[in-house]
């Protein structure tokens, strides 16, 4: 059974950075694709970032030139690094994998406040 845990996330005042970690673990197998999602209150989830097993990667458009996305295959992490965060960023953010099958952490809390 495959695990995923994130960390990272944390209270950052509008213009901070923050940068999420998430490992994976267990029975992993071939990765398709490792990704970041987000749920704000009141709303629905929402893919934030992707990173396919080809290196390529998609972004929603409120968060292109801001976040990056990477991944590092050797130890079976993704990462977010988040810059010029801004209020609208607030949001509990998931971890998710498919390996054939889609693989979610219990997510991070990101705060962005002054």
């Known amino acids: 059974q495959v695990q995923l845990v994130e960390s990272g996330g944390g209270l950052v005042q509008p213009g901070g950075s923050l940068r999420l970690s998430c490992a994976a673990s267990g029975n992993i197998g071939s990765i398709y694709g490792m990704g970041w999602y987000r749920q704000a209150p009141g709303k629905q989830r929402e893919l934030v970032a992707i990173?396919?097993?080809?290196?390529?990667?998609n972004y929603v458009d409120s968060v292109k030139g801001r976040f990056t996305i990477s991944r590092d295959y050797a130890k079976n992490m993704v990462y977010l690094q988040m810059n010029s965060l801004k209020p609208e960023d607030t949001a509990v953010y998931y971890c998710n994998l498919n390996n054939g099958r889609i693989v979610w952490g219990k997510g991070t809390l990101v705060t962005v406040s002054s």
């Open positions: 990173v396919f097993s080809g290196g390529s990667t």
